[in-house]
């Protein structure tokens, strides 16, 4: 995540759904969080940067799907755990807001025609990254003809 004023991410914030914004400050969250470090037999310290690393998704800083890898990395976690921390974190935070999600994360916190032309204040005047999906470019050879 590029480095934000508090400035620029309030700005970010107020554009956020309303759901997705009582998700960022919900204290069960953080519950949730709490519980699934101290399931998990995970750090003290690894709380505050998986409550971090969830936020960014909430803001649309992070795409849901590269949770896992990024907490595997970011918070050195074997490929299991972090399989199994994300799987709690997306059923227990991240699937009562999908939707908002999923719009967020199409769009970004702006419309598409202003997503490729928002700044942030001083910024160099580079256009706010928007996470970007790939479809498939040709049809699935595999795919057996049903009758």
């Known amino acids: 995540m590029a480095d934000y004023t508090k400035e620029q ?4 914030y107020e554009k956020l759904p309303s759901d997705l914004k009582e ?3 919900s204290a069960d969250n953080a519950d949730h969080i709490f519980d699934i ?3 998990n037999s995970l750090a ?3 709380n505050p940067q998986l409550a971090k690393l969830a936020g960014d998704v909430l803001m649309g800083f992070l795409l849901p799907e590269d949770f896992q890898k990024t907490i595997e990395g970011e918070l ?3 490929k ?3 399989k199994k921390v ?4 997306n059923r ?3 699937f009562p807001v999908k939707e908002s999600l999923n719009v967020l994360n199409e769009i970004g916190t702006g419309t598409e025609e202003t997503a490729a032309t928002e700044t942030i204040p001083g910024k160099t005047g580079e256009p706010m990254p928007r996470p970007k999906k790939e479809k498939p470019s040709k049809s699935d050879a595999y795919r057996e003809i049903v009758e």
Do not use: G
């Open 86 to 89: 994300s799987q709690e974190v």
């Open 76 to 78: 050195k976690l074997e």
């Open 37 to 39: 470090c101290r399931r």
């Open 23 to 25: 998700a960022i400050f």
């Open 80 to 82: 299991v755990v972090a």
């Open 9 to 12: 991410l309030w700005k970010l």
């Open 92 to 94: 227990l935070i991240f």
């Open 44 to 46: 003290a310290e690894v």
